[in-house]
């Protein structure tokens, strides 16, 4: 009876799967470039996107712009950004088996001292295409292409600080590292493959490395003129003392 039924799991699963392949391939569609960087002004204060509808259907995309921010623990926030930009065309069905250009024109202020950075989000939207209403189906998959979209300031400069370093304890209980950096260039900076180094007053010192010793952390992109925290693992061969003052620098591969 267990071998009939663990059968008919299975038998269930790879109906399933195929599926949502088929649906998939139905109604799949490519967006790109996924980032792109514009000036201020000129030539390059223009760029084009472009949609591919691989599917046999006519399917429909609306496109906006959104702009990106960060709060204290590095989560994204997102507003409107349609006071920034000019897209054209903004709403459109793409025929089967076709593709078409988007043309995306920056029109925010002309003088940038810091980088500014968005979002351009494509997002498929219900298309009946003539159909009665009712006829819905069981499915209905919808894709979404979220980009990122940079404005670049009149002068680039590159530079990450560790702001503080703190004892801290996470929800679990364990103890842990408040590790506050901040970008205080004019550019954004993916701190990929990051080695922080610390130094208490104690005299004892780490290097920490790598996705295990500094999750969240490596590889995070830190927009420009923002600071961050990040819990870390607490490193053994640091105190914790009261206190005791901690000192660090962080580099990461440009």
């Given amino acids: 009876m267990s071998h009939r039924r663990n059968r008919t799991c299975k038998t269930l699963s790879v109906l399933l799967l195929i599926l949502i392949v088929s649906l998939s391939s139905l109604y799949a569609y490519q967006f790109s470039p996924l980032e792109q960087v514009f000036q201020p002004s000129g030539a390059e204060s223009t760029k084009t996107y472009t949609i591919v509808n691989d599917s046999n259907d006519s399917i429909a995309i609306s496109i906006s712009a959104q702009i990106r921010d960060q709060d204290a623990q590095g989560n994204e926030i997102n507003t409107p950004a349609d006071a920034y930009f000019s897209i054209v065309p903004n709403k459109l069905v793409v025929p089967p088996q076709s593709s078409w250009v988007v043309r995306v024109q920056y029109r925010g202020p002309r003088t940038v001292t810091n980088e500014l950075s968005f979002r351009l989000k494509a997002e498929q939207i219900p298309y009946s295409q003539g159909k009665s209403s009712t006829d819905k189906g069981m499915f ?113 591969s440009k």
């Fill in 140 to 252: 209905n998959f919808l894709y979404i292409y979220t980009t990122s979209l940079y404005v670049l300031p009149s002068k680039t400069v590159e530079n990450v600080m560790v702001k503080s370093i703190a004892p801290s304890v996470a929800e679990d209980g364990s103890e842990t590292m408040a590790v506050t950096v901040t970008n205080v260039g004019t550019v954004h900076q993916l701190l990929v493959s990051s080695v922080l180094e610390v130094k208490d007053s104690t005299g004892n010192s780490v290097v920490l490395q790598g996705a295990e010793a500094l999750p969240t952390l490596d590889g995070m992109n830190l927009l420009a003129k923002k600071s961050v925290t990040k819990q870390v693992p607490w490193p053994e061969t640091l105190s914790r003392a009261s206190g005791v003052t901690y000192q660090a620098t962080i580099k990461y």
